[in-house]
Structure formats: structure tokens, C-alpha cells
């Protein structure tokens, strides 16, 4: 799974982006479709299945599980359940490389059966905390070992059984959440989970579609343990978070003009559209529906001019994974930017407080890091070499900055791309972005 074959991007300067784009599916509802199809009872269905190296993480752990699983096949995936008493012990650690998202979930799933698992990454994920999931959980009677420092592997005992918990998050993890959700499916009585603002409710709305019965107020949801979880039909939508670098590139290209197709627009997901339109982007949301139990829509988005702003820090955890991107429009805005109440982005796939940092300044720009966000001075970029430190939205956002730079921009590091976005280079290289892969150490 760990990617070691270093892989640069060289991206040309200039250009622009034009086109009807539809970006992979959603990487958080796919990771999902599996995990509940696995332990739903019957055959579930799965469209528009996101095949990157974090999903298929997901998809290969439930298969060391015992579970069939046909595909992925142009997005097809069918998950044959195993009902949630059914998951057999794998024959060694399962391995899911870069994703977190992997991690937390399955610690969830995984600490209330009777098999003691061992779960693993790759040197990032690694670094990655993981007592915000293994102290709630031990709170419900779960044994779950993290390494030295509260980082990974984590070493899950199999126990008499779990019961249920009222847990107020410190901060809004829909990661936390989802653990505790999931873990909840088995414990004695009820589990309820309070959040102290809204994170990304992808996991509440398959459980609902799975079947499951859900008691949802503002900031709490809740359910009991005991019930079962009817297979169904999954409709991926793409990914907003993979959206989110070509409204990025759109809006700092000079003549761009792109839609982007069938793009997830759950309320708690569309931080990123909200925070661009304050920096001024010109982006508007056509043919809005319903697919499966996600809300879709076309994304245009046309370029515009750029000015500083200060984001909200309520948009914070509506837009977590899009600060990458979000740093680099703000680079390109005229003007200040300040971003606060985002030091979760210190513990993502890298920290993307220092790492972003790091690159903008590599490119010329007056970026002052802050412990919780970034103050950013834009206007003009330069070209350069920009060290993604193996984070995929480091490298997307910063191949996007190339098409506003008054230079060629190199982006080392970025065969995690393949995490979350396959084919980045194919479909941004056809929209307009003079981007060539080079892999192989650098000559
Ligand atoms: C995710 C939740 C977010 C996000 C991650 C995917 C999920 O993490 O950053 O990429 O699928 O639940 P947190 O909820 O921990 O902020």
C-alpha cells in the first residue's frame, strides 16, 4: 500500500481551464459503502465507487474479513453482507495506508467483535492521533492499544461487550463521530454522540438509508445497539473535496470556464463554495437534485477576480479538507486572507498549517503561519519547488496554482495523489493545466 516511487508534477505556467469535468466519487461515502454493506444483511449495490487507494484500503480490509466483494468495476462495487455478527478474523494486521479515515471507522466496527485485529499505515498515517477515537471508545468498555504517543498500529482485544455512551467531542471529527456511531451498532443500549458544531453527516444518512433508526437533534445524534442493517442500493456522487481544485484552478485562471458534473453538495460539505464566494469567486450551482440520500448539483465555475477575506471559523469544519486549495486562492487573492480555528488541518494526511505555508513562501508569498490557521498576503505567486511531503491535496492545489505563477511550479512527492484522486493528471492536463508526470528520482 505505502508509495515509495517518488512522482513529481511539472506544471507549466499559465493557461486556463474550460470543460464538463466529472471528478471521482466521494471518497467519505465510499469508505462507508463498504464498511455498512459489509455488515448489512443482503446484497448492496454501490455506483460511482471512488477506486483510489483509500477506498480500496477499505474494500480490501472487509475482504481479509471474509467478505465477498465483486468489483470495483467503472465505479460498480457489489458488497455481499455479512450481517454485523459476521466478519471473520483476518490472517494478519490489515494495512490501510494513508487513510484515517479507514482507521477510525474500522476501530469503531472492529472493537466490538469477538477477534482481537491489528490495524496499520503508512508512515503518515502513523503520525496520526488516535486517542480521540480509542478513550471514548474504552469509555464504552472497548480495548483498543495505540502505539507510544497515541499514534498507530492499533491493537484491538476482543472484550465480553460494549455499552452505550453519551460523548460530547472536544472538537467536530466526523471520523470521532462515525467510530462511536458504528461501535454503537453493538453496544448495550444507547450511544449518543454530541458534536460542538456540524461535521460531515454522511455516516448518519446510510445508516438511515441502510435501515438503521436514528434519533438526530441539532449538535446530537443517537441510536441503540441491537438492530440489523438492510443492504441497499449506494449512489456515489463526486467528490466535493476533489471539486475543490478545479474551483480553485477555474477561478484564478484568467478565461476558465468549467462545470463541474454531480458533485456532492451535502450541507456539511460545502464550506469550500461559501469560503471561495467570499474571496470572490464566481461559482454557481445549477440542476440541484437528490441522488440516493445525497443532495448533487453541477458546479460552473467561471474566473474572477480575486480579493483577501477572513473566513469564518464556522466554515472551518464544512471545508477541512479544501484549506489546501483554500490557501492557494487566498495567494492569489488581492490583499489579506486569515484563516483561525483550523489547527485540526496540523493533524491531516500532513500539517497542512506548516506545510502550506512552507509552499506559498516557496512561491514568493507573504504567508505567515499561525498555531490555528494562516495569514496570508496575495496577489502575486512565482514559480518554484514546492515539497508536498506525500500529502495528495498539497499536491493538487499547488499543481493548480501553476495556471495564476509567473513561473513553471515542480510539486514533489505526490504519488499519494492515487489516495483520493486517480487520474488527476489525465482529466486537469485535458482541461487546460499544462501538467506532465514525471516519475523516478530527479535527474
Ligand atoms: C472524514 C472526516 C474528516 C476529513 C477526512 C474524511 C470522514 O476528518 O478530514 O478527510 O470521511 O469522516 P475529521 O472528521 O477527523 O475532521
Known sequence: MTVSSPIRFAVR???????????PGDKSISHRSVMLGSVAEGVTRVE?????????????????????????????????????????????????????????????????????????????????????VTEPLAAMGARVETGAGGTPPLVIHPVPGLRGIDY?????????????????????????????????????????????????????????????????????????????????????????????EQVGMNPTRTGVIDALRLLGADITVENERVAGHEPVADLRVRSARLRGAVIPPELVPLAIDEFPAL????????????????????VKESDRIQVMADGLQALGVDARPTPDGMVVRGGRIRGGRIDSRGDHRVAMAFAMAALAAEGDVLVEDCANVQTSFPGFPELSGGAGLGIEVLTGEPG
Do not use: W
Request: aromatic content about 4%; charged content about 20%; overall charge positive.
Open 327 to 346: 490557501f492557494v486562492a487566498a495567494a492569489c487573492a488581492e490583499g489579506e486572507t486569515v484563516v483561525s480555528g483550523a489547527a485540526e488541518l496540523r
Open 13 to 23: 505556467h499559465g493557461g486556463r481551464l474550460r470543460g464538463c469535468l466529472r471528478v
Open 168 to 260: 460530547a467531542m472536544p472538537v467536530a471529527s466526523a471520523q470521532v463521530k462515525s467510530c462511536l456511531l458504528l461501535a454503537g451498532l453493538y453496544a448495550r443500549g444507547e450511544t449518543c454522540v454530541r458534536e460542538p458544531a456540524p461535521s460531515r453527516d454522511h455516516t448518519e444518512r446510510m445508516l438511515e438509508g441502510f435501515g438503521y433508526r436514528l434519533r438526530r437533534s441539532p449538535g446530537r445524534v443517537c441510536l441503540t445497539g441491537g438492530g440489523r442493517l438492510a443492504a441497499c442500493e449506494v449512489q456515489v456522487p463526486a467528490d466535493i473535496s476533489s471539486a475543490a481544485f478545479f474551483l480553485l484552478g477555474a477561478s484564478i485562471a484568467p478565461g476558465s470556464d468549467v462545470v463541474l
Open 48 to 132: 460511482g465507487f471512488l477506486e483510489g487507494e483509500d477506498s480500496l484500503a477499505t474494500l480490501e480490509a472487509f475482504r481479509r474479513m471474509g467478505v465477498r466483494i465483486e468489483g470495483p468495476d467503472a465505479g460498480r462495487v457489489v458488497v455481499h453482507g455479512v450481517g454485523l455478527h459476521g466478519l471473520r478474523p483476518p490472517d494478519g494486521p490489515l494495512d490501510l495506508g494513508n487513510s484515517g479515515t479507514s482507521m477510525r471507522l474500522l476501530a469503531g466496527l472492529l472493537a466490538p467483535q469477538p477477534f482481537g485485529v491489528t490495524l496499520v499505515g503508512d508512515t503518515s498515517l502513523t503520525r496520526r492521533p488516535m486517542r480521540r
